[in-house]
T-cell receptor, first 113, second 115 residues
């Protein structure tokens, strides 16, 4: 199993540009989520999904969109990039039941200039 | 909102010594899970240890153990016989037992193991 994969690993955007961060998992996990990690702030939840066709907002959803058309994929879209979105982004997945751990992707370092 | 507090932004320990990282959390629920994740310089998030709140016995994984004090809402991580590879950021996390609920992370403790 590849686990959770994310692309790209690094990205530089100009203010106002849009892009999609890709996330895929091959563990048949129902739950998928996106976090951003900023120095001194830990990981903050952006959006999450409990299954195909179902998404919901986390703590910091503004400026981001998600969709979940399949169990495997959960892309994160930045609609109009802003310098405040400079961060490291992690995708994660887990089984819904049983308090299972979350499995994380390798992260994407995004810089918005 | 759920809060998880890690009050030690940075710590250091001599190789082969023992270190304890603290974590407190705030909840009115009775059933939940607690986790410690390690993030080395590679940036990959790795599960270190997991504790179910209904279990009184403290979880142990090799050199890693927890001191879970439910009444005090405290969940500290003890690393014994520290190794250079333990140098990393450590995050405490909380999750309610209800399915579909999110993880809440602390702000992390940066641990450096000194040779």
């Amino acid at each position: 199993n590849a686990g959770v994969t994310q692309t790209p690993k690094f990205q530089v955007l100009k203010t106002g540009q849009s892009m999609t961060l890709q996330c895929a998992q091959d563990m048949n996990h129902e739950y998928m989520s996106w976090y951003r990690q900023d120095p001194g702030m830990g990981l903050r939840l952006i959006h999450y999904s409990v299954g195909a066709g179902i998404t919901d907002q986390g703590e910091v959803p503004n400026g981001y969109n998600v969709s979940r058309s399949t169990t495997e994929d959960f892309p994160l879209r930045l609609l109009s990039a802003a310098p405040s979105q400079t961060s490291v982004y992690f995708c994660a997945s887990r089984k819904l039941a049983g308090g299972d751990e979350q499995y994380f992707g390798p992260g994407t370092r995004l810089t918005v200039t | 909102a759920q809060t998880v507090t890690q009050s030690q932004p940075e710590m250091s320990v001599q190789e082969a010594e023992t270190v304890t990282l603290s974590c407190t959390y705030d909840t009115s629920e009775n059933n939940y899970y607690l986790f410690w994740y390690k993030q080395p310089p590679s940036r990959q998030m790795i599960l270190v240890i997991r504790q179910e709140a209904y279990k009184q016995q403290n979880a142990t994984e090799n050199r890693f153990s927890v001191n879970f004090q439910k009444a005090a809402k405290s969940f500290s991580l003890k690393i014994s016989d520290s190794q250079l590879g333990d140098t990393a950021m450590y995050f405490c996390a909380f999750m309610y037992s209800n399915t579909g609920n999110q993880f809440y992370f602390g702000t992390g403790t940066s641990l450096t193991v000194i040779p």
